[in-house]
DNA sequence: AAACGATCTTCAGGTTGGCTTTAGGTGGCG
DNA sequence: CGCCACCTAAAGCCAACCTGAAGATCGTTT
């Protein structure tokens, strides 16, 4: 049971070094070329993973990336980004990638983080999650309403996201502790009310609405309207 | 075992390219060229998946989907808007779409979708209830006549749920105090008069409605007249 | 190591709104 | 006419909920 990598790399002298190392360690590595051909292998074949560079001829990664997920490939992906910065993480998770990795880089940090992405495999998930106007990027920390961006923290995005992930349905409040806490949380339960307030305060007060609902005694609801 | 598709398309080249490409990939095309036929076609055949342009002769493609989810035919819809702004993309899945596609769209993102929404089966079959023009949503703990909104508390919910659940069928004061209270409630039944009495304020009263009947001596009904 | 900032969690006071009971009223039916 | 089932407005009670603030925890910086 090898692990299939597609590699997407122009820089030739880089690719056959990776795919070196990757065949070395009982990976089965297929590499393209440039990106157009990339997202054909990618689509034709099943990877357990797949490496993207960013910038690649005729197609560049994050346009594989989004045009992969669109077409409901959730493959694991693991890109490439030439420069560093904050910019580059950003656009690669919001275009669906699974991790990112900044050249130059080490490969041995590659082989380790490949393992972890593999580990994790690529369960269905939706690049971001819309609930009206509010989109809300489970890759990244983050939610825009309209074009805001509103900062959140971890545990704010986990019940935000609890609750978007049925827009439009009463979520109660077991169901978000056991979603955005452990499974057994043993502790006070009005945390929750907690975070919907502080959720409150950052999505609907700024912009004047009521989109996060209580349903007293059943939970909570996020609306579109 | 072939993937059996409707496509109810007006524009005859495109209609015609499409379905040779699908063809090509292994589905079993069906056209329709307007909209009567295409809804006619649906309800005789057993689609696995039915694509729907918006705008049609004879019948458009908003009426044929909600005519069908009417009827109680759930097969994945994919609907095609054409990008003019005088629809959008949130009308179609408002009308019971499980997708939609924007005008002028490429053949790889549309098979790619289709196959996906095959994959998926489509939207889960909704669990709301329908008496009449009265729709109750379970999972959202909400309700409406027609159009209009209605608030009911978590009580008043689960008392008209027990009588929507049995449209026109006559429920027990003792059925309805099993279904909503606990099993062993040890208060006053009268509570269910005054539940019924709330709920008539609410569901029939501000609509000059009486669909929520009292049979004397032997509970409730809820009728869809 | 110490200090700091951010986040998480607990706590407590205040408020609200739904649940239930009460009680007087209505109307069907013998 | 009188009984009985049902209707419904009103009011008290209490649990659910909101929220500001303080304490606890964790990771990062100095």
Chains 1, 2 share one sequence.
């Not at 690719?15 to 440039?34: P, Q, R, S």
């Amino acid at each position: 049971m090898d692990v299939r990598v597609l590699l997407v790399e122009d820089e030739k002298r880089l690719a056959d070094l990776v795919k070196g190392g990757l065949t070395g360690e009982g990976f089965a590595v297929d590499v393209a070329y440039d990106g157009r051909d990339g997202l054909w292998m990618a689509k034709e074949n099943d990877y357990d993973v797949i490496v993207l560079d960013v910038m690649l001829p005729r197609l560049n990664g994050y346009a594989i990336c989004s045009k992969l997920r669109e077409a409901g490939n959730w493959t694991p992906i693991m890109m490439l980004t030439a420069k560093d910065g904050v910019y580059d993480e950003a656009e690669a998770l919001d275009n669906g990638a699974d991790d990112y990795l900044a050249k130059p880089f080490s490969y041995v940090v590659l082989l380790a983080r490949l393992r972890a992405l593999v580990r994790r495999g690529g369960k269905e998930r939706p690049v971001s999650l819309t609930v009206g106007d509010l989109t809300i990027d489970p890759a990244g920390l983050r939610c825009r309403r309209g074009e805001t961006e509103i900062a959140l923290t971890p545990k704010e995005f986990a019940v935000l996201h609890g609750l978007a992930r049925r827009p439009g349905e009463v979520v109660s409040k077991s169901e978000l502790l056991a979603q955005a806490w452990d499974f057994s949380y043993e502790g006070d339960p009005n945390i929750v009310e907690v975070y919907i307030s502080a959720l409150r305060r950052k999505i609907d007060l700024p912009f004047g609405r009521t989109t996060l609902v209580t349903v007293r005694g059943a939970g909570y609801r996020l609306e579109a309207a």
